[in-house]
């Protein structure tokens, strides 16, 4: 079953500084219907303000996992690391027994940015981040993974899951499998998600598919996030 949620549907919310697309009840926008999708709890488009951003704020017990979209994302945290995350690229904080971790956009434009939440599969552990820069060239073919829990990803994660990315040029057609369900945003375009469109800021639930057909009716990014 595929279930897709249209961007103008999303939760809404504009603090100045900070204008977010909710895909699951956050903050203070809640709805009955949308509390996370399994173990994946947590997913916001966010538009942060060039020289804004999120001041320190603890974290724990919580994968996240940030795709940066356009600009980029400066994070410092209280175990010590620091780094940029540049458009295309992803980073990833485990937030383990506890983190204080802050986020700005230190840029001179709108940092655009999916902010990503799985719970892990077992509480606690030392916290960790790293980030990694990925290739920009075309995946007509396949999609790419940028995290795993296996170990077999450039980045991991405390939990049985995969997150895959790719760069679709149009006509690419990509078959794609798929473990447990999974949710499917389109970061730029429009494809054709086994037959349903879905366009630029969209969402879908995919539930009870071993496999997925993607067809890019236009220059298009996807990410899939394949979680129990």
Do not use: C
């Not at 909710?22 to 916001?44: E, Q, W």
């Not at 994968?63 to 010590?80: C, K, L, N, P």
């Not at 895959?164 to 798929?178: C, D, E, M, P």
């Amino acid at each position: 079953m595929i279930q897709v949620y249209p961007y103008e549907a999303l939760g809404n919310v504009d603090h100045g500084w900070l204008k977010a697309r909710h895909h699951f009840s956050f903050a203070t926008y809640y709805n009955p219907d949308r509390i996370g999708f399994g173990t994946l709890k947590v997913i916001n488009d966010d538009i942060i303000k060039a020289g804004a951003g999120f001041d320190t704020h603890p974290h724990r017990d919580m994968e996240i996992i940030t795709y940066v979209r356009q600009g980029a994302i400066t994070h410092r945290d209280s175990q010590g690391n620091e780094g940029k995350t540049l458009a295309g690229d992803v980073q990833v904080m485990s937030a383990g027994d506890g983190v204080f971790h802050s986020e700005y956009n230190l840029e001179s434009e709108d940092t655009n940015i999916y902010q990503i939440w799985i719970e892990p599969r077992q509480k606690g552990g030392k916290p960790s981040w790293k980030s990694y820069q990925f290739p920009q060239e075309p995946s007509n073919d396949h999609l790419t993974l940028l995290v795993s829990g296996d170990g077999k990803a450039p980045l991991s994660i405390n939990q049985d899951a995969w997150i895959y990315a790719g760069t679709l040029q149009k006509g690419a057609k990509v078959t794609h499998s798929i473990k447990h369900q999974a949710y499917l945003l389109v970061s730029s375009g429009m494809i054709h998600l086994n037959g349903q469109r879905v366009k630029h800021g969209d969402g879908a639930e995919i539930t009870n598919q071993a496999t997925i057909e993607l067809y890019a009716d236009d220059d298009s990014k996807v990410l899939v996030i394949d979680a129990p």
